[in-house]
């Protein structure tokens, strides 16, 4: 028997020996513009560009693979190729990967995405996108569907328009997922500085579909949105902010949800780094953890009020109104702790720009506030307010009522875990008359046992993926393994 064992092996590695050196066999390495133009055409699915500079490298990469075997195109050695000068790169055929290229100190004369994904199940991994400026232009344009950028590092952006664009076609969404990269950028001082935008003023009624998870946000203030959702059915989870001057901000667009992220700063005083920012319908704010935080806008989580809708907006394509109205809003099981500044702004900015219509139908329940300064703000009586379940310490900020109580709560665990003191008092929240409101997507992210928590204590912890605690994210957990 051990014999044919230790036969069963040695053929196994006799296989795995022959398959590494046909892999080798049919690799096609290149290093200029021409032969790697000449190696697709030839029908080479593995591609590797030689180590050095490349300068001007435009490409349409127009052939397709197959799930089963993508076409590749990659560096010889990850980040010893260096792309430099008047680049742009298309990815319009489908199952194609771009990785371990360093996009490093270049500079365009033409403005325009650097590099634009047209096709679909495509794949931009292990690439770095630093100092590449001089003209306005996103670097990555994220169009089709299915396509996929990850372990990236994206730094010192200082030219106008996003690090990442999407742009939504009219039906069927993109399903992208922006993941486990890593985002810096400096103030660019006026608008169009954000890391990502997700949709425009004349797609904020398409369904998008885009997953942004695992991401590390690092002093990313380059304008007051860190991210900007203008499109529907988006989720933001289990991505750290650290030291962000800005908001992630549900700017136009319905069903956006945003779920286990940090969002966190460390810095003294009016640090100006911030939270959530909900305009227009339906999203769902859950299981989020806020601190150290003094926004600019005032509050770390903010309602925004509504605008009416402009017909020259509607001349142009755009959706009517530039501000929409703010209603059917859910934030549920998200921690705030020793916040610089009022934890939630129930009615955020009216009269301000026009902004005549405060929200309406908001829901908290199961929120816990922590130190800091006055934890809720309402600048005048929305229509329809309901709080469940919520407990406080320190000021509540508005009176206390059945669905917002004080108590005394501790924190252990590096703050990432929460006990309550008198787990058994803890007040309950009855969701059943709002769940005409949440989509069966949200209803899968509101698991929350109460009766479990008046057992351990536990009030707050951050799932993860898998079902274990998420962690604050650091720079080891993101980006190019080569850097």
């Given at each position: 028997?051990?014999?044919?064992?230790?036969?069963?092996?040695?053929?196994?590695?006799?296989?795995?020996?022959?398959?590494?050196?046909?892999?080798?066999?049919?690799?096609?390495?290149?290093?200029?513009?021409?032969?790697?133009?000449?190696?697709?055409?030839?029908?080479?699915?593995?591609?590797?560009?030689?180590?050095?500079?490349?300068?001007?490298?435009?490409?349409?990469?127009?052939?397709?693979?197959?799930?089963?075997?993508?076409?590749?195109?990659?560096?010889?050695?990850?980040?010893?190729?260096?792309?430099?000068?008047?680049?742009?790169?298309?990815?319009?055929?489908?199952?194609?990967?771009?990785?371990?290229?360093?996009?490093?100190?270049?500079?365009?004369?033409?403005?325009?995405?650097?590099?634009?994904?047209?096709?679909?199940?495509?794949?931009?991994?292990?690439?770095?996108?630093?100092?590449?400026?001089?003209?306005?232009?996103?670097?990555?344009?994220?169009?089709?569907?299915?396509?996929?950028?990850?372990?990236?590092?994206?730094?010192?952006?200082?030219?106008?328009?996003?690090?990442?664009?999407?742009?939504?076609?009219?039906?069927?969404?993109?399903?992208?997922?922006?993941?486990?990269?890593?985002?810096?950028?400096?103030?660019?001082?006026?608008?169009?500085?954000?890391?990502?935008?997700?949709?425009?003023?004349?797609?904020a009624k398409r369904y998008c579909y885009t997953t942004v998870e695992f991401n590390l946000f690092e002093d990313c203030s380059g304008e007051s949105e860190i991210m900007s959702s203008k499109s529907?059915?988006?989720?933001?989870?289990?991505?750290?902010?650290?030291?962000?001057?800005?908001?992630?901000?549900?700017?136009?667009?319905?069903?956006?949800?945003?779920?286990?992220?940090?969002?966190?700063?460390?810095?003294?005083?009016?640090?100006?780094?911030?939270?959530?920012?909900?305009r227009s319908r339906n999203h769902l704010v859950v299981n989020n953890y806020f601190s150290g935080l003094a926004p600019k806008s005032g509050s770390v989580v903010n309602f925004g009020s509504g605008?009416?809708?402009?017909?020259?907006?509607?001349?142009?394509?755009?959706?009517?109104?530039?501000?929409?109205?703010?209603?059917?809003?859910?934030?549920?099981?998200?921690?705030?702790?020793?916040?610089?500044?009022?934890?939630?702004?129930?009615?955020?900015?009216?009269?301000?720009?026009?902004?005549?219509?405060?929200?309406?139908?908001?829901?908290?329940?199961?929120?816990?506030?922590?130190?800091?300064?006055?934890?809720?703000?309402?600048?005048?009586?929305?229509?329809?307010?309901?709080?469940?379940?919520?407990?406080?310490?320190?000021?509540?900020?508005?009176?206390?009522?059945?669905?917002?109580?004080?108590?005394?709560?501790?924190?252990?665990?590096?703050?990432?875990?929460?006990?309550?003191?008198?787990?058994?008092?803890?007040?309950?929240?009855?969701?059943?008359?709002?769940?005409?409101?949440?989509?069966?997507?949200?209803?899968?992210?509101?698991?929350?046992?109460?009766?479990?928590?008046?057992?351990?204590?536990?009030?707050?912890?951050?799932?993860?993926?898998?079902?274990?605690?998420?962690?604050?994210?650091?720079?080891?957990?993101v980006g190019p393994d080569w850097m």
């Open positions: 028997m051990n014999k044919i064992y230790r036969i069963s092996i040695s053929m196994l590695v006799i296989v795995w020996l022959s398959v590494v050196m046909l892999a080798a066999q049919n690799v096609t390495r290149v290093g200029n513009q021409k032969a790697l133009i000449s190696a697709l055409e030839s029908g080479s699915r593995l591609i590797e560009l030689k180590d050095g500079e490349y300068h001007g490298l435009c490409l349409d990469l127009k052939w397709s693979g197959s799930k089963e075997q993508p076409i590749v195109v990659k560096a010889e050695h990850p980040g010893k190729v260096i792309v430099m000068g008047n680049t742009s790169i298309v990815l319009s055929g489908s199952n194609i990967v771009l990785s371990g290229i360093d996009f490093n100190k270049g500079k365009r004369d033409k403005d325009g995405a650097l590099v634009l994904v047209s096709g679909e199940n495509n794949r931009i991994t292990n690439c770095r996108f630093r100092n590449y400026n001089q003209v306005t232009g996103v670097w990555v344009q994220l169009n089709g569907r299915y396509n996929r950028v990850d372990h990236c590092w994206f730094e010192g952006k200082t030219s106008g328009a996003s690090y990442i664009n999407v742009d939504v076609p009219k039906t069927g969404g993109n399903h992208h997922r922006v993941d486990y990269n890593y985002f810096s950028r400096p103030p660019l001082g006026r608008n169009g500085g954000s890391a990502m935008r997700i949709g425009h003023g004349s797609m529907c059915g988006n989720t933001f989870r289990y991505n750290t902010f650290y030291n962000c001057k800005g908001a992630l901000s549900l700017r136009q667009g319905v069903e956006g949800i945003v779920e286990s992220n940090f969002f966190i700063s460390n810095r003294e005083g009016k640090n100006r780094c911030g939270g959530v920012s909900v605008s009416p809708s402009d017909p020259k907006r509607l001349a142009l394509g755009l959706i009517g109104a530039h501000f929409p109205k703010t209603a059917e809003n859910t934030i549920a099981h998200n921690l705030f702790v020793n916040n610089r500044s009022v934890s939630i702004d129930v009615i955020h900015d009216l009269g301000h720009r026009n902004k005549v219509f405060p929200p309406d139908s908001l829901y908290f329940f199961h929120n816990v506030m922590v130190g800091g300064m006055s934890h809720i703000k309402k600048h005048t009586e929305p229509q329809y307010l309901v709080f469940e379940g919520n407990v406080f310490q320190g000021r509540s900020g508005i009176k206390p009522n059945k669905g917002l109580q004080k108590m005394k709560v501790k924190l252990k665990d590096e703050k990432q875990v929460l006990t309550v003191k008198n787990p058994k008092s803890l007040p309950t929240a009855d969701i059943s008359a709002w769940k005409k409101n949440l989509t069966k997507e949200m209803l899968q992210r509101l698991d929350f046992d109460l009766e479990k928590v008046k057992t351990s204590g536990v009030y707050y912890s951050p799932k993860g993926k898998r079902g274990g605690l998420q962690q604050i994210l650091q720079r080891k957990d």
